[in-house]
């Protein structure tokens, strides 16, 4: 692909919009955790998230913004890039690409799916009503017994899983590319930042992949 100001532009808008999504997900991985200290960890901590009211909104706005940037300048690069690479007498090039980088559109589209199914799952509940609106002993919402219960299922499981994979295959090459548009690289920090990228992505998966798997494997339970 030629670089032109435009196109720079736009890569820049994808890997800042996918810095702030970066954080969403370490954060929301993170706050996921507290379900291993069982129904009051997660509750409490749903019911903390849940009462930041205007905040939680506005959050949800900018995070709907940023995700909208990231998907139409992500498929409208890749789309360029796909068509520069197959014009006539343009040399093709394939560098440093893996199976990750040559699927980036794709696990975005799995990605995508994936969080429609999950905002119809937790943030509207209408997958699993019956499950979702318990409240526990002290009244709040019992996010506990809705994430427990409706991951017991082997579909749902599978829904998680895949999603996860895709989450996986794209920030095992997303988080290297990031540093590469940013200009955060030189030729001989690449390798680390390579090998850095491919971690953060395994730490990432498995940190989110506990919760259906220990539900899988009834170590968490209702
Ligand atoms: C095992 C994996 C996951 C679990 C158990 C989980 C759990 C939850 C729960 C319980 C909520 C609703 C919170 C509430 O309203 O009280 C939620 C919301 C959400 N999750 Fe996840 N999640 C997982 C993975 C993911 C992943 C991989 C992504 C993104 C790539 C994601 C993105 C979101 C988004 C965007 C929301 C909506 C936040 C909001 O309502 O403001 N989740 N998740």
């Known amino acids: 692909m030629i670089l032109t100001e435009k196109t720079l532009a736009r890569k820049i808008l994808v890997g800042v919009s996918g810095i702030f999504l970066l954080l969403f997900i370490i954060g929301h991985m993170l706050g996921n955790t507290t379900i291993f200290w069982g129904p009051a960890g997660l509750n409490s901590y749903a019911h903390h998230v849940q009462s930041l009211g205007p905040l939680l909104w506005l959050e949800r706005l900018i995070m709907l913004l940023l995700v909208s940037i990231h998907i139409y300048f992500g498929i409208t690069l890749t789309l360029e890039n796909r068509q520069s690479r ?76 895949i999603g996860l994979a895709a989450l996986f295959f794209h920030l095992s090459h997303g988080v290297q590319s990031l540093f590469q548009t940013m200009g955060w690289n030189t030729d001989r920090t690449m390798p680390a930042i390579t090998k850095g990228g491919r971690i953060a992505a395994v730490i990432i998966g498995i940190g989110f992949l506990a919760v259906p798997l220990a539900v899988f494997l009834r170590v968490l339970n209702i």
Request: hydrophobic share 45%; glycine share 6%.
């Open 86 to 161: 197959s014009t006539k007498y343009v040399r093709r090039t394939y560098q440093r690409s893996t199976i990750f980088s040559r699927t980036m559109i794709y696990s975005g589209l799995v990605i995508l799916a994936f969080i429609i199914y999950h905002l119809f799952h937790f943030t509207f509940q209408l997958t699993h009503p019956e499950i979702s609106h318990l409240t526990d002993s002290a009244g709040r919402h019992d996010v506990y017994t809705m994430v427990v219960g409706s991951l017991q299922g082997f579909f749902v499981f599978l829904i998680y899983v």
